[in-house]
């Protein structure tokens, strides 16, 4: 089994040392709560890297007041043996006030991009996880880190962040993993009551619903969102937070839709925050010959 590192010393030299041996660096940032999502990211770090450290750390600069941080999942000796299936060569645990001594002053921020979707319903949430996310790139030097498409604009955002900062590292953003009647792979789907959890397949259906219109030839963005709405709606038990249809590099709408574009929703059953997003490659209309 993996071993479980909290000192930033201490993951720093494990990392050394792996570098020595001639080895590259694979980072997986997480929250632990594991589930096939989070391992699938390990499983591409350990086939494109030489040493894999994944973090395990529950950010509270990245949940509001009243959001879920004191009652989120933590299980880290389940966590552990996944990792070691995975291949998960070091886990980085550290403790809050490891990441969060008492005179941190320093957070950074990503702008515009973080402003919509899920930045307008959660304020100061992505200012925590870039703030985290740099934090874990510091203190791991990693060449390659892995992030998970289910949170499209926080990967859009970390992509920014690297460009922008000049991060020496790549970043690799995996395909969404999901259970077999389509739900995205959260560790959030355990707060779900067997009645939510039957209905919440209904963002996946939802946004496959809206990309088959696209596909049938629709290319008006606000049909595509009406299409979204309406489906959450006439969901049981399902509350939409947003339905959003926007271009996928500037995260804004477009008058009509072409390019690559983001189908993502957020939606909540009961307390419980879900979101889910596809990307679709839309080709551009067909002007009507003269
Ligand atoms: P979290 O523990 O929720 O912060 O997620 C850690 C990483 O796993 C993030 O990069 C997520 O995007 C990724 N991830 C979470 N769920 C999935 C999933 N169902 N499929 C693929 N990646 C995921």
Not at 69 to 83: G, S
Not at 94 to 123: I, K, Q, W
Not at 196 to 204: F, G, T
Not at 271 to 288: F, G, K, S, W, Y
């Amino acid at each position: 089994m993996p071993p479980v590192v909290a000192t930033v010393e201490g993951i720093r030299q494990a990392v050394g040392d792996a570098r020595r041996r001639g080895l590259t660096v694979g980072l997986v940032p997480t929250m632990g709560a594991l589930h096939a999502g989070h391992l699938s990211l390990c499983r591409a770090a350990r086939a494109e890297t030489g040493f894999v450290v994944a973090t395990i750390f529950v950010n509270p600069t990245q949940f509001g007041p009243n959001e879920d941080f004191a009652r989120y999942p933590r299980q880290l000796e389940i966590d552990r043996e996944l990792c070691g299936q995975a291949g998960v060569d070091a886990i980085f645990a550290p403790a809050v006030p490891t990441m969060y001594p008492a005179n941190f002053h320093t957070f950074v921020e990503v702008l515009d991009l973080s402003a919509g979707l899920c930045g307008a319903s959660r304020p100061g949430h992505f200012r925590g996880v870039t703030t985290v996310v740099l934090k874990l790139f510091n203190i791991v030097g990693a060449d390659t880190a892995y992030f998970g498409q289910k949170d499209f604009q926080q990967a859009r955002l970390i992509r920014q962040l690297v460009h922008d900062l000049n991060v020496p590292l790549q970043v690799q953003i995996c395909p969404i993993v999901r259970e077999s009647d389509g739900l995205a792979m959260s560790s959030r789907n355990q707060y779900l009551d067997p009645t939510q959890r039957r209905h919440a397949v209904a963002l996946y259906q939802a946004l496959q619903a809206a990309q088959r219109t696209i596909e049938e030839g629709e290319r008006d963005p606000e049909a595509i969102r009406g299409l979204l709405v309406r489906r959450i709606e006439d969901t049981p038990g399902a509350i939409l937070d947003y339905a959003a249809v926007v271009d996928a590099d500037r995260l804004q709408p477009l008058p009509r839709l072409h390019g690559e574009v983001l189908l993502a929703l957020a939606v909540k059953f009961g307390a419980t925050r879900l979101i889910d997003n596809i990307l679709v490659q839309v080709r551009a209309e067909q002007r009507p010959m003269k």
